[in-house]
């Protein structure tokens, strides 16, 4: 039965996806020295893993920046590019099943897309996001492994790196609990272990990305935030997330493909 195949093609990974009957089929991330190998050889280990012939495939559609980089159809199929925000906005919608959102793509850097239903349209980002966590971890910790930042993080203690409310106050202020951060990095000394700096780096990028995204919705009545992109995985997404829905009254979503939805949105597209 003919497969629909969405890639995205970012600065340092390649993502790939097929759309069967409306079901997601087999995602998978690859990264290579450049985005055109990476391109092909995340499509070609996807037909080889998943035993697809080239004649299965009935549409290529391609998103992301590397996208520029395709002029031509990609083994003979038919392909086409796909605006990278539209894809964000219909990869997320689809598999978080929730139509008005903010779509937080947290990627190199971060973007925010606005969706109402089929209204989908780019209002704005932030320049912070893995390249932000990648940038200070190579200056600060003597790595860019991100499995090894974050086994540092797992053992840090963000009390030994922000200062909190509760250490300016005896009292919690008006809409801010004494555990509410007052300033990143503000209580980080020279001899910092490595372990809290860790932690301390990935709650400044998430914490900061999820404040930007709240400010982002601000008059549109918007409490729903659907984030996607390799950010999501970080285990530590699962303690501030909810401590800024708390404090924010808001609602952040991370669905089951949160790393793929724009090629899933890019897969999407070719339906629409």
Do not use: W
């Amino acid at each position: 039965m003919a497969i629909v195949i969405g890639i995205d093609v970012g600065i340092s990974t390649t993502k790939i996806v097929g759309l069967r009957e409306g079901r997601v089929v087999s995602p998978i991330r690859i990264t290579a020295a450049d985005q055109v190998t990476s391109l092909y050889g995340a499509f070609g280990k996807y037909l080889h893993d998943n035993k697809i012939e080239l004649k299965d495939v009935e549409q290529v559609m391609v998103t992301g920046v590397g996208a520029s980089y395709v002029n031509e159809p990609i083994y003979g199929i038919p392909t086409k590019k796909v605006d990278e925000f539209i894809a964000d906005g219909l990869g997320a919608r689809f598999e978080s099943g929730v139509s008005k959102a903010i779509v937080v793509s947290m990627g190199t850097g971060t973007s925010f897309v606005q969706c109402d239903g089929d209204d989908i349209r780019h209002i704005g980002g932030i320049g912070i996001g893995g390249g932000t966590l990648q940038g200070l971890s190579r200056v600060m910790l003597n790595t860019r492994d991100p499995k090894q930042i974050q086994s540092l993080a797992m053992q840090g203690n963000i009390r030994n790196i922000n200062l909190l409310i509760g250490d300016i106050s005896t009292h919690p202020l008006p809409g801010l609990p004494m555990d509410a951060t007052a300033s990143l990095f503000s209580k980080a000394q020279y001899d910092v272990a490595k372990e809290d700096l860790a932690l301390g780096i990935i709650t400044m990028v998430l914490q900061s990305i999820g404040s930007a995204a709240i400010l982002a919705a601000l008059n549109s009545g918007i409490k729903d935030f659907v984030l996607i992109g390799n950010l999501t995985l970080l285990p530590q997404c699962k303690e501030i997330y909810p401590m800024l829905e708390k404090l924010y009254n808001v609602h952040f979503h991370i669905p089951k493909y949160a790393e793929f939805c724009t090629a899933i949105g890019a897969a999407l597209s070719y339906k629409k």
